[in-house]
């Protein structure tokens, strides 16, 4: 038997590749059209413009669907090892699967209204994302540690949890004031070393007094952004353990 088909461990590899897929297929084609730049463009910016958005649209779209299975399986998991072991507050279970399924359902929020066209409700959706993904892991990386030594190993645990610390330290830059442009001028950054690059990218204006805010947004986004897809790749191990099955229970009516 093949590791990927051994209980529901194919369900979070599937996740971890194609969110991963989907940032950077749409990066690429807006690389590829000259719609983002080169260095440090937001996330958000490589899926604003078609025909990037509708890939980016239409894969995040089924990032999310596996996204709320997966984090449903874990939900289940964690509540069946609770009903014998009793080391995890339901409570808590709940509150984790709650936060986990707002995270994906505003990934498509931020999908569906595009940066160019619906700006408001876009970064409502994008920071809605952020907020409760953020607290998903940390809450599961506490979860973790409760079910310790019945669910994951002492070292995922650890994993887990030095991924929520990183997460929750890039969160707030990533947050930092944008400034909206329809193209930053982020390649006059190499102008800055050598005239080379000012006469590859013909380009003479020069870098904004914000491009130091820019930089740390836009990397603490795609740092906060991976480290959900890392945060998933240490639910395989977990998820060879178990399985889930649908019951169909007929009732008679009177």
């Given at each position: 038997m093949f590791w990927f088909t051994q209980g529901l461990c194919s369900l979070p590899v599937f996740l971890v590749i194609w969110s991963s897929s989907t940032f950077i297929i749409s990066y690429l084609i807006a690389?590829?059209?000259?719609?983002?730049?080169?260095?440090?463009?937001?996330?958000?910016?490589?899926?604003?413009?078609?025909?990037?958005?509708?890939?980016?649209?239409?894969?995040?779209?089924?990032?999310?669907?596996?996204g709320i299975a997966t984090i449903y399986a874990r939900y289940?998991?964690?509540?069946?090892?609770?009903?014998?072991?009793?080391?995890?507050?339901?409570?808590?279970?709940?509150?984790?699967?709650?936060?986990?399924?707002?995270?994906?359902l505003s990934m498509c929020i931020v999908a569906t209204f595009q940066e160019t066209t619906v700006t408001e409700v876009h970064d409502l959706g994008a920071l809605l994302f952020f907020v409760s993904g953020v607290l998903y892991i940390v809450v599961q990386s506490v979860v973790s540690y409760h079910a310790y030594p019945y669910g994951s190993s002492a070292g995922v645990c650890r994993a887990r949890l030095g991924i929520a610390v990183v997460a929750a330290l890039a969160f707030f830059p990533s947050i930092?004031?944008?400034?909206?442009?329809?193209?930053?001028?982020?390649?006059m950054l190499w102008f800055l070393l050598c005239e080379h690059a000012r006469r590859a990218f013909n380009q003479d204006a020069t870098l904004g007094s914000d491009y130091p805010f820019h930089v740390a947004s836009a990397v603490c986004e795609w740092v906060v952004a991976f480290?959900?897809?890392?945060?998933?790749?240490?639910y395989i191990d977990d998820f060879k353990m178990f399985t889930l099955r649908v019951k169909t229970e007929f009732e008679e009516l009177s």
């Open positions: 690389i590829f059209r000259h719609d983002v730049d080169v260095l440090f463009p937001y996330i958000s910016d490589t899926g604003a413009n078609p025909p990037e958005s509708c890939i980016f649209g239409l894969m995040t779209f089924i990032s999310s669907g596996a289940k998991f964690v509540e069946k090892l609770s009903e014998e072991t009793r080391v995890v507050s339901p409570r808590l279970n709940k509150a984790a699967l709650v936060l986990g399924v707002v995270s994906c930092l004031p944008k400034k909206k442009e329809k193209k930053r001028k982020v390649e480290s959900f897809v890392c945060f998933f790749l240490t």
